[in-house]
């Protein structure tokens, strides 16, 4: 079920990072995650150090299809940090600022306050621009072939720099500092 006004909220409650600019909308209150994967895992451990409590709501009904067996165990063992399967938000309340939202788990429906809720349920690259100039795969992400740091579908840019880094670096010792 589609949200409706989620961009009345973007930026005043609701998100789709969690870093530190966004973090500080959770300290010490009740923070919200959506999704089920390892960028949601990722985000809720580290909104748990700021955070009163972290909600993950997770459509399925387990974590093992879709998020590393670590984070998983490092999530179920945080004290902080409550999932809650079979559960998707069905409203947003709030007037200049995210409030509270509604959630559904089956036939139960509640209301969870919360200012900060980060949506974290995949990407979709924004690389129609790039059409012209690049090769995308059938999901609009840019091919890099055999590029370092690039060897599979990385969705950050980030990552791929910080594995190519990794590799430059074993170079550098194989080859010995020059």
């Not at 998983?72 to 200049?96: N, W």
């Amino acid at each position: 079920m589609p949200l409706e006004r989620p961009e009345q909220f973007e930026n005043a409650g609701v998100f789709y990072a969690a870093t530190e600019t966004e973090a500080r909308f959770c300290r010490n209150t009740d923070a919200v995650v959506v999704g089920g994967g390892n960028s949601a895992g990722q985000a809720a451990m580290y909104l748990s150090r700021v955070a009163h409590l972290v909600h993950i709501l997770v459509r399925g009904d387990k974590l093992s299809d879709t998020m590393s067996s670590y984070l998983v165990q490092r999530l179920e063992a945080q004290p902080k940090i409550e999932i809650h399967f079979g559960t998707e938000v069905t409203a947003l309340h709030g007037g200049d600022h995210l409030e509270r939202i509604t959630v559904r788990s089956g036939d139960a429906v509640r209301i969870l306050s919360t200012r900060a809720l980060f949506v974290m349920i995949g990407a979709s690259p924004n690389t129609g621009w790039l059409s012209e100039l690049v090769e995308l795969d059938s999901r609009g992400f840019v091919k890099t072939g055999k590029a370092v740091g690039a060897h599979r579908p990385l969705k950050r840019v980030a990552s791929a720099a910080g594995e190519g880094s990794v590799v430059v670096s074993g170079i550098y010792e194989f080859l010995g500092d020059p």
